[in-house]
């Protein structure tokens, strides 16, 4: 059997780790052989307890990523894939490379620990990168769009990667959960698939049926030519230049390569006839089985309604400057007969929330999703968070805002499956 030997940086409780699990067979095999996740600001590391309690201690970090990668370097084995869902936040770089506080941003920090580990482990670099973050990566900062994803690619480019990506709604592709993620794929030269991508002479051919994103997630046929520019300079100069004309949209479409700092681009979209997962299949229909606290007092419905309505409403700043503030109305409760809408960090509490998943029950009552229901969204076994170590259990509030961190388990599997068929 081959074994493909994985580290999964910002592990949270797994989720990279489950889905290449599943992807596995009897000829191929991700094998997670170490593992870090460090939450800022938290002393009790909910989402590292509960790693361990699921996969053991062995070979896990639970310590702030760059002083791992600064002063401890050598725990970090040689490895043949590294993945991970870095936090989005700034990319900018601030002062040349080789210093060692050289970006803005409190979190931006953390894709630079990935990129040392890069750079740092040379020619032992890990062949392939599986990445994940938020959409609105590829038009960052407001000010520059683009910008933070330029950096990214050109780094990696200069680090002899070749790089595809896909913003990709779960939802899309038959799972129970609208999560628009984007997916990075990055491939080391002298790879089978980098050699593939550098022979490819339609660009169009990869994005669209070829590469490995592709055949995991089809989509339709492209009709338009794709966008096609170079990320000139060095990182500083694209920190500080790319997009400074401030145009109101980015240059990154929805889909794409990256060669040789050489951008392919063009929307895309999904192409799934596939049976789908709905609300009303993850949810819970025996109401006595839902503890009491997550049904809605029926004084308190008012405010439900009030929040995730739309309203238009006169309000005065600090300052005293006053301005109309405008929202438009969710639909209330959520619809049963859909994917469930994303699940946020603030999903937990029982306080009135725009944002919180609400339903209506079969009897007519009203109830917020517990956090066996939003385990079941992102596709992780059942109370996989529930147990911290020494046998505590983990607060419920806690358990929900973990799952808004998380990802969608399927949509790693597919991923990893593809990857498997090109190595």
């Not at 989509?219 to 145009?247: A, M, T, W, Y």
């Not at 992780?380 to 961190?405: C, E, S, Y």
């Amino acid at each position: 059997m081959m074994k493909i030997n994985v580290i999964e940086l910002f592990a949270g409780v797994g989720g990279f780790r489950l889905g290449l699990d599943l992807a596995s067979n009897e000829e191929s095999k991700f094998e997670t052989i170490w593992s870090s996740q460090w939450e800022p600001g938290t002393k009790l590391q909910y989402a590292s307890q509960i790693y361990i309690n699921k996969f053991g201690p062995k070979n896990h970090s639970c310590e702030d990523i760059q002083e791992v990668v600064e002063h401890k370097f050598n725990q970090i084995p040689d490895h043949d894939l590294l993945v991970g869902g870095f936090p989005c936040q700034d990319y900018s770089v601030a002062r040349t490379l080789s210093q060692a506080k050289r970006i803005f941003g409190k979190k931006g920090v953390l894709w630079w620990s990935i990129f040392n580990i890069l750079n740092m482990k040379k020619d032992k670099a890990p062949s392939f990168l599986l990445l994940e973050n938020v959409d609105r990566l590829l038009k960052s900062p407001s000010g520059q769009r683009g910008r933070d994803f330029a950096v990214m690619l050109a780094s990696l480019s200069d680090l002899g990667y070749v790089v595809e990506w896909r913003i990709i709604n779960a939802a899309d592709y038959g799972f129970p959960q609208r999560r628009r993620r984007v997916f990075i794929t990055g491939y080391k030269k002298g790879t089978k698939v980098y050699k593939k991508i550098k022979a490819e002479k339609n660009i169009n051919k990869w994005i669209e049926q070829k590469g490995v994103i592709a055949n995991a997630f089809p989509i339709e046929k492209i009709k338009v030519r794709l966008d096609e520019f170079k990320i000139e300079g060095d990182l500083k100069h694209i920190s500080d230049n790319f997009s400074s004309n401030k145009p109101t949209k980015s240059p990154f479409e929805n889909s794409g390569v990256m060669i040789n700092r050489k951008v392919y681009t063009t929307k895309t979209i999904p192409n799934y006839s596939g049976k789908r997962t709905l609300l009303s299949d993850i949810i819970i229909h025996d109401e006595e089985k839902i503890p009491a606290e997550y049904y809605i007092r029926k004084e308190d419905l008012y405010r439900w309604e009030y929040l995730k309505g739309g309203k238009k409403e006169k309000r005065k700043s600090k300052g005293g400057f006053e301005y109309f503030y405008s929202e438009g109305p969710m639909v209330f409760p959520d619809s049963l007969n859909k994917p469930s809408r994303t699940i946020v960090t603030g999903e937990g509490g029982s306080s009135p929330s725009r944002f919180k998943h609400v339903i209506k029950t079969k009897s007519g009552r009203y109830r917020r999703l517990i956090p066996l229901e939003l385990e079941k969204l992102n596709m992780f076994p059942d109370n996989h968070t529930r147990d911290l170590l020494n046998g505590k259990q983990t607060p419920d509030v806690k358990r929900a805002f973990i799952m808004g961190n998380a990802l969608v388990v399927g949509v790693i599997q597919k991923l990893g499956e593809s990857l498997l068929k090109y190595i």
